[in-house]
């Protein structure tokens, strides 16, 4: 089995604080050419720039691209069968793109019929909106700060008040209902002595109980 081969792509990014002409310059010393010739580079198509590497060169190759300013990424490359013979074998110049995609065909648009309009010319044509037909023939404008708000007027109340009376500043208006004395006779009332039980308990009589018939059992230990 063949070893496992990996390629180096690019796109045009660059690294974080890189600047575009100092990048491509970086990147023509780096692969001994012009600045021409890495324009490819810088096209923002994905490029392989280094094909047949083992990864720890690939790995080499890709750090030395980064440190140009330029970012870039290591791929494997599809396994292919193992060829017996090199005499065939070309190296591409560097920087070339092997991407052998073929390019899109310009889309076939027919523009004939179409026109353009001067500048500044408008072309929606918007829609008149009529003016609403109000009559306001039955209306006057009041003067200025007249009141024009319609009030209506509320009655006064009719409360009799021929009945009622002012008392003195101070009179107490209050009309007290008077309370009768309490009918309490204490005649046969006494204070017992401290310390003296002042319930009367009835007496419990002594309870009859009849034990003749009871006997201790001797068997009990």
């Known amino acids: 089995m063949s070893e496992q081969q990996f390629q180096i792509l690019v796109n045009g ?9 100092q990048v491509k310059q ?18 923002g198509r994905k490029l392989a720039v280094k094909k047949g590497l083992d990864k720890q060169t690939a790995l080499k190759y890709k750090a030395a691209i ?3 300013g ?3 990424a290591v791929a494997a490359m599809a396994s292919e069968p193992a060829s017996s013979s090199l005499d065939n074998a070309t190296l591409a110049t560097t920087g070339s793109t092997m991407d052998d995609t073929p390019a899109a065909a ?18 929606i044509e918007a829609s008149t909106t009529p003016e609403p037909e109000i009559d306001t023939s039955q209306m006057s404008m009041g003067s200025v700060g007249e ?3 319609e009030y209506t007027p509320i009655p006064e109340p009719a409360i009799d008040i021929s009945e009622l009376k002012m008392a003195v500043a101070g009179e107490d208006v209050m009309q007290y209902e ?16 401290a310390g003296e039980d002042v319930m009367q308990h009835e007496a419990v009589a002594p309870a009859d109980i009849d034990t003749s018939s009871l006997k ?6």
């Open 147 to 149: 009141d024009v708000t």
């Open 70 to 72: 330029l970012a870039a």
């Open 106 to 123: 310009p889309a076939n648009i027919d523009t004939s019929s179409l026109v353009m309009d001067a500048v500044g010319e408008t072309l």
């Open 26 to 43: 970086n990147i023509a010393k780096l692969f001994k050419t012009s600045v021409d010739k890495v324009e490819p580079m810088f096209s």
């Open 178 to 193: 008077a309370v009768p004395d309490a009918d309490i006779k204490i005649d046969n009332l006494s204070v017992a002595e």
């Open 216 to 221: 201790l059992d001797s068997t009990i230990n």
């Open 13 to 21: 990014t660059l690294t974080e604080g890189a600047q575009t002409e």
């Open 66 to 68: 980064n440190n140009a």
